[in-house]
């Protein structure tokens, strides 16, 4: 069945930031590559599977199904934060903030709320933008393949996994979280949401 060969995209957030040292984006991207590599090897099981034996206790093609939702996430997820890092922080201005102070109760609250939740989550938090409700919303995954709700396109994503942060902050979860919104691209977020908006318009 036909599915592009991924190849791992560059970043130019792969180096020293602002309390986010190399050593730490640089092992971060290559496990990031692992899920490159991964993708594309599951995918090319999936085209010679078994699907004569399918069944939902335990077989190949269930196993390769779950194992490829997992590895695409991995991509997918990475990209979103990658892409995002490398700015300067600060507070967010344009159609982000406009949307913020519509859908939350303040961008005070939000941003209490977001690190709030990133403390909570086990793997991700997401800020997405809604296409069926017009909304942003706030999601935790636990997974990879948690994705935060059919429909809503990812525009900020918080890795909270250990690998994240541990070489710096060791169990300081929430020091590495301030690091994360002093090193946010904010015009990267406002390219995310335009994106979203778009494709929404697109499908209308």
Do not use: C
Request: aromatic fraction near 14%.
């Amino acid at each position: 069945m036909p599915f592009p060969k991924l190849e791992a995209k560059k970043f130019a957030s792969i180096r020293e930031l602002n309390g986010i040292s190399a050593r730490t984006m640089e092992e971060h991207y290559e496990l990031y590559k692992g899920y490159v590599g991964k993708t594309n090897e599951i995918q090319e099981k999936l085209n010679a599977a078994d699907r004569a034996s399918a069944n939902q206790i335990y077989s190949e093609l269930r196993g390769l199904r779950v194992d490829l939702s997992f590895a695409i996430g991995g991509v997918k997820n990475h990209e979103v934060y990658f892409g995002h890092l490398g700015g300067n922080g600060g507070k967010p201005g344009g159609k982000v903030l406009e949307l913020i102070s519509r859908d939350f109760p303040s961008y005070d609250a939000w941003l209490a709320d977001f690190k709030a939740s990133g403390l909570a989550a086990r793997g991700w938090v997401w800020l997405a933008y809604d296409r069926d409700w017009n909304t942003l919303t706030t999601a935790v995954g636990d997974a990879q393949n948690t994705f935060p709700v059919w429909n809503a396109a990812p525009i900020l994503a918080l890795d909270v996994y250990e690998h994240a942060y541990w070489i710096d902050y060791g169990r300081a979860r929430a020091k590495y979280i301030e690091a994360f919104f002093n090193n946010l691209d904010w015009n990267v977020v406002e390219q995310n949401l335009e994106r979203a908006l778009t494709m929404q318009a697109v499908h209308r």
